[in-house]
């Protein structure tokens, strides 16, 4: 949950998630759907797909106990080469290295690494060092006190932005702090923009219902509701008529959304429809009509939810 996201948002999902979820087995035999609902709003919804799947293979292949070994806990999904070192550390006590985005910073600076740490040569570099750094006895409690020692000084002290070199313990030997390099180092990422999109987002309205279709299990909004998507430019009407059989009557456009994913921001272009007949029934080839209480309770992505929320509130149409 904290990948990518700030502990102050995970907090709440993570406390209703362990909630329903206490353990692994809970985990591996819930569906998909319900464990995407508890993930609904905190966004890139892969790491809850994985975190699913990785339950459920450590259920098949595990007999239910997380692996110990590090190639192990590397094998299951989402799971990459440093968090499953940091698990091994702090979980059973390995030997192993790890290298997250603040562990990056501090070797970059204090061994003025020059690179993006996101590309192969840099990133090869720095998980040499952080292989060598590793304590060398195996005294028992060192390398979890060695490993939280690391992860925090690039918490707290080798921040991205204004560190603090004089409480730090590494300056005498840091390289960026002597040549003054430290807004320098890490290497930022070479700038590229964001590509944009644009979509329409079918509102179909029926009696109080909305219609919600299943995205396919990958690519963004992967397993989750969300309303149907047409591409810019067709005939709304017709186009329903066409994919869902129904006769509906398009109502005055909403004003645009725009959403950022990590790769490209995406341009919303809501379409309201008043349905006139239909043929569809409650449940049927991955779509699905549920009243607006139920649909906002449902797996749906953020953007959907923005759209709901004040139809449901009686704010728009
Ligand atoms: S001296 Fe400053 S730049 Fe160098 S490792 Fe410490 S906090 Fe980071």
């Known amino acids: 949950m904290l990948q990518q996201t700030q502990v102050i948002t995970v907090i709440p999902y993570y406390l209703r998630f362990l ?11 819930a569906p998909l759907d319900e464990v995407l609902a508890l993930w609904s709003g905190l966004g890139y919804y892969a790491r809850g797909r994985n975190l699913h799947q ?3 293979l450590i259920v098949s292949h595990h007999g239910g106990e997380f692996p110990r070994d590090l190639a192990a806990i590397q094998q299951l999904p989402g799971i990459g080469h440093s968090t499953a070192a940091a698990i091994a550390v702090f979980a059973y006590g390995g030997h192993c290295a790890i290298l997250d985005g603040n562990v ?6 204090c061994f003025g690494i020059d690179g993006y740490p996101g590309e192969r040569k840099t990133e090869t570099l720095l998980w040499q060092m952080a292989e060598q750094l590793l304590p060398r006895e195996k005294i028992q409690g060192q390398i979890e006190s060695y490993t939280q020692a690391l992860m925090d000084l690039g918490a707290t002290i080798c921040t991205r932005s204004k560190p603090q070199c004089a409480a730090c313990p ?14 320098k180092l890490p290497t930022a990422k070479p700038r590229k923009p964001l590509p944009q999109k644009e979509t329409v987002l079918l509102l179909l309205l029926w009696r109080g219902e909305i219609l919600l279709e299943k995205r396919p299990p990958t690519g963004i909004w992967g397993g989750l509701w969300c309303l149907p998507e047409m591409p810019l430019g067709e005939n709304a009407a017709a186009y329903c008529a066409r994919h869902f059989d129904l006769r509906a009557h398009p109502l005055p456009e ?11 921001k995406l341009r919303i272009y809501p379409q309201p429809l008043q349905v006139v007949t239909h043929t569809l029934a ?9 009243t607006f209480e139920d649909a906002l309770g449902a797996a749906i992505p953020t953007p959907v939810r923005k759209l709901l929320l004040p139809i449901y509130n009686k704010v728009c149409l």
Do not use: M, Y
Request: net charge positive; glycine share 2%.
């Open 19 to 29: 909630q329903r979820f206490p353990d692994i087995n809970s985990l591996a035999l």
């Open 54 to 56: 990785a339950a459920q």
């Open 104 to 109: 990056k910073r501090v070797f970059a600076r």
């Open 170 to 183: 590494l300056q005498p030997d840091c390289v960026a702090f002597r040549e003054k390099r430290i807004d």
């Open 254 to 264: 909403l004003p645009p959304l725009d959403h950022s994913f990590t790769h490209f």
């Open 282 to 290: 409650a449940r049927e080839n991955g779509a699905i009509w549920l």
